[in-house]
């Protein structure tokens, strides 16, 4: 593979090209599929393609490919150069420079290598076993299993040759609890690891199971303002992709961030510390470099409520006159784009029970179905497994209630952020708690 890129960068440079970059990846991966509890299909692929980006007279072409042959890399080449010849030329384009590059351990684990579609199915027969005989009453819609293994090449006209194998483990599951006619809030649980000897999909499954036989039985609540306590899941839907927008440096630079021109400015309340962290294995977003080979690093983006940094690649960053952060993200199929890695919110000193001791009164939202922009921050949707919570007790679930509001509002008003965190894919998130958000119950 290593010399198909190296073929890749002559064919490119042959034809005119002033510099030219390969990211090529191949993987193996096996899933299971649950459905209606039962396990409905299994399959496994291989997976090959390539990319090449380009630059004639700063002018960006790129082409991709999954066939990797000699003769397909070659026309790969040749179509890239023909691009960029057609268009137009921008200043800012440019590869990064080599640099030095330090392995990351944890990311890869041997036994992928030999975990096929059987111990696949075993795993999601694992975790669908523990849901169902965790209570009665609990009923798999969907799940899956996944185990996957590949590797990243990336080679530049800079003298750029890197690789990385990376293995994940990752699993789902999402359904309801069923009692005489009353159908709790569907649920959805998750989860995710590099070693085949950390996959709990029992743990992932009694999660489930418990928040859906405890949403049974929602009574209807009034209209309020009170306060909204996360889940680690809901914050992933309603607060992380908000401020990943928000910190992207092409966002910013676009005018559709609302952090632009906020940096050393108070964005939250000082419980907030957020952090991009590919250097971090816990989470699969895990890796050694960027989708460019420059190396990855910890970034700290906002520290006890203050905007410290926005995330580069190198286009924007030679944009704006800056290093780059190491935040080049993307598959083979296009050119370079920023992107996170891994997202992670810094856990806070009080625990989730004490979170909710002391809740004045609010609701707990273990999932959000609504909409969230991620420009302006608007929100609102339908609570899901929501419990209502006074002078600091649990009192029921609640049903028909809507949530709105702003998150970057919200994040002035977070007043709590839970010691105990939660690995969701490729973020770190803890439990945390907003005060003045409005209740509407229709």
């Known amino acids: 593979m290593q010399d198909l890129l190296r073929h890749a960068i002559r064919d490119a440079e042959s034809q005119g090209a002033h510099d030219a970059e390969v990211f090529a990846s191949i993987s193996s991966e096996s899933e299971v599929f649950i459905e209606n509890n039962d396990i409905k299909q299994a399959k496994s692929q291989q997976l090959g393609s390539m990319g090449i980006r380009v630059l004639v007279n700063a002018s960006l072409g790129f ?14 080449a040749t179509m890239a150069v023909k691009m960029a010849r057609a268009s137009p ?42 849901a169902k005989s965790y209570d009665s009453r609990v009923t798999v819609d969907s799940g899956n299993f996944t185990a996957a293994r590949g590797t990243q090449f990336l080679a530049s006209s800079n003298g750029i040759e890197l690789r990385e194998k990376l293995s ?4 789902t599951i999402m359904g309801m609890a069923i009692q005489n006619g009353d159908v709790s809030s569907f649920d959805f649980q998750s989860g995710a690891t590099h070693f085949a000897k950390k996959i709990a999909v029992q743990k992932t499954a009694a999660e489930f199971a418990e928040a859906v036989t405890s949403s049974l039985g929602p009574r209807k609540v009034d209209s309020f303002r009170g306060e909204m306590l996360l889940t680690p899941s809901a ?12 910190i992207n440096s092409d966002a910013v630079q676009r005018r559709s961030s609302r952090f632009a021109g906020k940096i050393g400015k108070k964005v939250s309340t000082e419980l907030l510390t957020a952090e991009d962290d590919a250097t971090n294995t816990e989470g699969l977003g895990a ?10 690093r910890r970034n700290i983006v906002i520290e006890k409520g203050v905007l410290k940094k926005f995330l580069y690649n190198t286009y924007t960053a030679k944009k704006q006159g800056v290093s780059t952060t190491g935040n080049s993200g993307g598959s083979t199929s296009s050119p370079p784009s920023v992107s996170t ?19 004045k009164r609010g609701i707990i939202i273990s999932r959000f179905s609504g909409n969230v922009n991620p420009v302006n921050g608007d929100f609102s949707g339908v609570v899901k497994g929501g419990k209502l919570v006074e002078k600091g007790s649990v009192l029921y679930p609640v049903k028909d209630v809507m949530v709105a509001g702003n998150v970057f509002e919200a994040l002035k008003n977070l007043n709590g952020v839970s010691k ?4 969701i894919f490729d973020s770190i998130l803890p439990y945390m708690r907003f005060g003045n958000v409005s209740f509407t119950v229709g």
């Open 63 to 76: 082409y991709s490919t999954n066939i990797l042959t000699r003769d397909s890399v070659r026309t790969a």
């Open 89 to 130: 030329k921008d200043r800012f384009n440019s590869l990064p420079r080599k640099r030095k590059v330090h392995f990351l351990r944890g990311i890869y684990d041997k036994a992928a290598e030999s975990f096929g579609s059987s111990d696949a199915a075993a795993a999601a027969a694992d975790m669908l076993e523990a």
């Open 168 to 171: 994940t483990f990752s699993w």
């Open 235 to 246: 914050a992933d839907e309603l607060v992380e992709e908000v401020i990943s927008h928000s």
């Open 287 to 296: 890796s050694s470099f960027d989708r460019e080979g420059v190396p990855h």
């Open 341 to 359: 890695t891994n997202f992670i919110v810094s856990p806070g000193k009080s625990s989730f029970h004490s979170l909710i001791s002391e809740m």
């Open 420 to 423: 105990e965190r939660k690995v």
